[in-house]
Nanobody
Framework: QVQLAESGGGLVQAGGSLRLSCAASGPYLSTYVMGWFRQAPGKERQFLAAIRWSIGSTYHTDSVKGRFTISRDFVKSTVFLQMSTLKPEGTAIYYC?????????????????WGQGTQVTVSS
């Protein structure tokens, strides 16, 4: 069973940058799609970006294109989310997720493995 552990969250000023990490462990990681989501209090979980581990193809939601970048490190079995030009509305818990479905991408219901989340707070 794949397990995920996020890290790298914290407090940052608006306009600043953070890099989130998602350390993955378990078998057959190359068969997974990995996604990053965030959830603010009282709001639905929002898709940010996804990457197909085997070939490295990436997908970013329009609202973060040019500001956020998803990537993965095969050797370290880690997926990253580099975030820049952060906005106060980006304050949320950020989650890493994994799915065996190549169709998962932006659909949280198709991800069956989730990390515990890491808090990101963007001050104005």
């Amino acid at each position: 069973q794949v397990q995920l552990a996020e890290s790298g969250g914290g407090l940052v000023q608006a306009g600043g940058s953070l890099r989130l990490s998602c350390a993955a462990s378990g078998p057959y990681l190359s068969t997974y799609v990995m996604g990053w989501f965030r959830q603010a209090p009282g709001k639905e979980r929002q898709f940010l970006a996804a990457i197909r581990w085997s070939i490295g193809s990436t997908y970013h939601t329009d609202s973060v294109k040019g500001r956020f970048t998803i990537s993965r490190d095969f050797v370290k079995s880690t997926v990253f989310l580099q975030m820049s030009t952060l906005k106060p509305e980006g304050t949320a818990i950020y989650y890493c997720a994994a799915s065996r479905s190549m169709e998962a991408l932006s659909r949280p219901s198709l991800y069956n493995i989730w990390g515990q989340g890491t808090q990101v707070t963007v001050s104005s």
